[in-house]
């Protein structure tokens, strides 16, 4: 038998049914205003079969997890192709848990987009197996990994609640500047979600139409006796350049809506060879992003917020409140052993010390220490209702630069994740 191809077809199998249970539950809690007999039996209803399906999609991933070790020879989370499929499984775990205390469909609605999304961002990077680094040959990639992304598994949970709280408790009808304003920050957060998915939208459709464009850099680089060194390095798009690499040579372009060059070229203080692709990746973003809020909004012919918050009025949101702060009060001390604890053994054992300021290692204390202030805020000096929201959706934002941000765009001794 084929491995990994089975664990492929198990994996695409489980976002399929990630998807239509998100339409369960988005028909357990939209539907409800359509049904004349019994709203409550018809949420009853949907909810079982969204959570039939998730449970059943979570079973196909937990398949395709273990059929790709099985494959590999080593546990799956070595790249970010593979972490993100993980970190995507243990949000699916994390709302499990969260859901059979609760049973609101409310929490089904808002975080399976999340797991949908997590999911589809893994699938930008190559899914090939590849070598294992060296660094990587531990049983503690098992244990610090695992218990990292379980223990922000539940924080996207939180995340997820903290949101619904926000735009359960937005005033529509304030004029005042503090009304506008909570209005505003509430929907660009819906924003920023949809740039991410307009990311996605954008990948998938050109690579889907094969579209590609190639440059030659030219990097010179000085050393400390004065010896000049300069290298030819090809950088590939997968996007239209709208900014070519600095000091850069077209080799192929593909013209697109009349396009036939970049646009401008990047600054000559981004370094790196991929530094002028990453920041095309961003501009596509948000183009993308934006323009797909745009059609939303045309369609809605209202702020997103003000589509959604009809939907949460039959939900407390001191409900809301609880649920967000009893995942992240769960997830913050299995963050604590995989972030940090684990995390200090592992690199004492791979590198010969426990702390080295590497990016990643200060990301990961700046989260930790966001989370900790959390808590002790909430705990200890009251701070509960839309403060308390806004730092669990502000927190989850830091776990998501650290996993994205820190992996692309810093380097560091964790560069290799993001391969």
Same mark, same amino acid.
């Given at each position: 038998m084929n491995w990994l191809d089975f664990s492929?077809?198990?994996?695409? !199998?489980?976002?399929?049914?990630?998807?239509?249970?998100?339409?369960?539950?988005?028909?357990?809690?939209?539907?409800?205003?359509?049904?004349?007999?019994?709203?409550?039996a018809h949420v009853a209803r949907w909810s079982k079969i969204g959570f039939a399906a998730a449970i059943l999609a979570w079973v196909l991933h937990l398949t395709f997890f273990f059929t790709r070790w099985k494959g590999e020879g080593h546990i799956p989370t070595s790249n970010m192709y593979e972490f993100m499929t993980f970190l995507a499984m243990a949000v699916m775990f994390a709302f499990i848990i969260v859901f059979l205390i609760y049973?609101?469909?409310?929490?089904?609605?808002?975080?399976?987009?999340?797991?949908?999304?997590?999911?589809?961002y893994a699938s930008v990077f190559p899914s090939?197996?590849?070598?294992?680094?060296? !660094?990587?040959?531990?049983?503690?990639?098992?244990?610090?990994?695992?218990?990292?992304?379980?223990?922000?598994?539940?924080?996207?949970v939180g995340f997820a609640a903290a949101l619904m709280q926000l735009i359960r408790v937005v005033d529509l009808e304030r004029t005042d500047k503090a009304g506008?304003? !909570?209005?505003?920050?509430?929907? $660009?957060?819906?924003?920023?979600?949809?740039v991410i998915i307009?990311?996605?939208?954008?990948?998938?459709? $050109?690579?889907?139409?094969?579209?590609?464009?190639?440059?030659?850099?030219?990097?010179?680089?000085?050393?400390?006796?004065?010896?000049?060194?300069?290298?030819?390095?090809?950088?590939?798009?997968?996007?239209p350049p709208i900014v070519s690499p600095y000091n850069s040579d077209i080799v192929t372009f593909q013209p697109f809506l009349g396009m036939d060059k970049p646009l401008f070229e990047a600054p000559s203080w981004m370094t790196g060879?991929?530094?002028?692709?990453?920041?095309?990746?961003?501009?596509?973003?948000?183009?993308?992003?934006?323009?797909?809020?745009?059609?939303?909004?045309?369609l809605a012919r209202k702020p997103l917020i003000a589509v959604i918050k009809p939907h949460l009025t039959d939900i407390d949101a001191d409900d809301l409140e609880e649920i967000s702060y009893r995942a992240i009060a769960i997830?913050?001390?299995?963050?604590?052993?995989?972030?940090?604890?684990?995390?200090?053994?592992? !690199?004492?054992?791979?590198?010969?010390?426990?702390?080295?300021?590497?990016?990643?290692?200060?990301?990961?204390?700046?989260?930790?220490?966001?989370?900790?202030?959390?808590?002790?805020?909430?705990?200890?000096?009251?701070?509960?209702?839309t403060r308390s929201a806004w730092l669990a959706v502000i927190g989850f934002l830091v776990v998501m630069f650290t996993l994205i941000g820190v992996n692309l765009v810093i380097a560091g001794l964790h560069s290799y994740a993001g391969v």
């Open positions: 492929s077809e198990a994996f695409t !199998a489980a976002f399929f049914l990630y998807c239509a249970a998100f339409i369960s539950y988005a028909i357990a809690v939209a539907g409800k205003r359509w049904s004349n007999r019994d709203p409550q049973r609101n469909p409310l929490l089904g609605a808002f975080t399976l987009p999340i797991i949908i999304i997590i999911v589809a090939e197996v590849q070598p294992l680094n060296p !660094a990587l040959n531990s049983i503690w990639l098992r244990i610090h990994v695992t218990t990292a992304a379980t223990g922000e598994a539940f924080f996207a506008r304003r !909570a209005r505003w920050w509430t929907e $660009f957060s819906l924003i920023v979600i949809i307009g990311f996605l939208i954008s990948v998938f459709s $050109f690579r889907g139409a094969g579209y590609d464009a190639k440059f030659s850099q030219e990097t010179v680089e000085i050393a400390e006796d004065g010896t000049v060194n300069s290298d030819i390095n090809e950088v590939v798009y997968s996007l060879v991929n530094a002028g692709r990453k920041l095309n990746t961003v501009i596509w973003s948000i183009i993308s992003g934006l323009v797909l809020y745009g059609l939303l909004r045309l997830g913050f001390p299995v963050f604590t052993l995989g972030a940090l604890i684990f995390a200090m053994i592992w !690199a004492q054992i791979a590198w010969s010390r426990f702390w080295g300021w590497d990016p990643k290692e200060v990301w990961a204390l700046v989260t930790w220490l966001f989370y900790s202030a959390y808590l002790h805020l909430r705990l200890s000096r009251g701070w509960q209702g």
